[in-house]
């Protein structure tokens, strides 16, 4: 039985990587921190999984600034695969909080490959490193591929930057079987509410149902590369599965603005976008990107990579189960409003009895 360690497996893209592995029958490790509350929502579901008789999927306490606690880990289990995926992945947070997600990001990549090598799984374990297409920033061509130079345009870019290079590095110098996705922004039901998609989803959902008024969002002129999250993991673990390692982009090759994705999301649910966007310039990056589009065609070539889910089919399946989620908040409310008029009721008969 492979087993596989995954960093960052509480979030999107690890949450479908373990279940994906899962399926193909790993064994599946993940790191997460030690915190007062379980942040586990997106694999509770897993521990559940009648298939799963062996409790295949097992969680340790650990943080990608810990190298100490990464090597004894790295030396208990003896990884098959490192799935790298932990990160402070928001990147207009990163303006805010640089040092630390250059520690996270940086700092943490090359915490696990140094344990790699003192841990001499060099020749035994591959690696993949969560690369990003904020690595282009300030992009010098359109689309933009494993060739394209890199100019980010935030502390989180070039946090990626530096962790890429040092994957580069790490297969150059020591031999070590390491492969980088540059995935371009993946989505799905399970993003967070933080990121732009999410929220414009989530948003537009509740104000069809009258449970939010408005939508405040930044730069609605910044063009992306959307793809599904679920379909951009498998592309992670193929990239493990070739002789020789390599770097990729994962991307549709389609881009499409905040703008557009508001439009789309909106008239689903037959409202105007125009009436509940309105502008917040605090969600305005200092430095922005403008436009990020892939061209994906050396995955496509090598790996097969053929997107099912590109823009249109992405806006359905966030928006028709936040829709869900907006229903269920909506009928919880309504329930606990009419338990509360029963009990201010039954009072009122006591205190008139």
């Not at 823009?311 to 936040?322: A, N, Q, Y």
Request: overall charge negative.
């Amino acid at each position: 039985m492979k087993r596989a360690l995954i960093t960052g497996i509480t979030g999107q893209d690890g949450s479908y990587l373990a279940e994906l592995l899962l399926d193909k029958g790993y064994e599946v490790h993940g790191i997460i921190r030690r915190a007062s509350n379980f942040n586990t929502q997106r694999i509770d579901h897993l521990y559940s999984d009648p298939h799963d008789k062996n409790g295949r999927l097992k969680l340790h306490f650990g943080d990608l600034t810990d190298s100490t606690a990464l090597v004894k880990l790295l030396y208990d289990l003896q990884p098959h695969e490192i799935y790298n995926l932990g990160a402070q992945s928001h990147v207009r947070v990163s303006f805010d909080v640089p040092e630390s997600t250059g520690d996270i990001v940086g700092l943490g990549t090359l915490r696990i490959l140094e344990a790699i090598r003192d841990t001499k799984l060099i020749d035994k374990v591959r690696f993949y490193q969560a690369s990003s297409s904020e690595m282009f920033g300030k992009a010098q061509e359109s689309p933009q591929s494993e060739t394209t130079p890199f100019w980010p345009r935030s502390p989180y870019g070039c946090a990626k930057v530096f962790a890429h290079c040092l994957t580069v590095n790490y297969r150059e110098s020591y031999g070590l079987h390491a492969s980088s996705g540059i995935l371009f922004n993946h989505e799905s039901p399970r993003r967070g509410e933080t990121f732009v998609t999410r929220k414009i989803t989530r948003a537009a959902t509740r104000i069809k149902l009258g449970l939010q008024d408005k939508l405040y969002l930044g730069n609605l002129d910044a063009k992306r590369d959307w793809g599904y999250a679920k379909e951009y993991a498998e592309m992670m673990w193929l990239m493990l599965q070739q002789d020789v390692p390599d770097d990729y982009v994962v991307a549709t090759g389609e881009s499409h603005s905040v703008r557009e994705f508001c439009e789309a999301v909106f008239a689903r649910l037959d409202l105007d976008w125009e009436d509940y966007v309105e502008y917040d310039k605090t969600y305005e990056r200092p430095a922005e990107v403008d436009l990020l589009v892939g061209n994906a065609s050396k995955a496509r070539e090598k790996l097969g990579w053929d997107p099912q889910v590109k823009f249109e089919g992405l806006i359905r399946l966030m928006t028709d189960s936040d829709l869900d989620l907006a229903r269920e908040e909506k009928a919880h409310r309504e329930a606990s409003k009419q338990l509360a008029e029963k009990s201010n009721t039954a009072e009122n008969d006591e205190n008139h009895g």
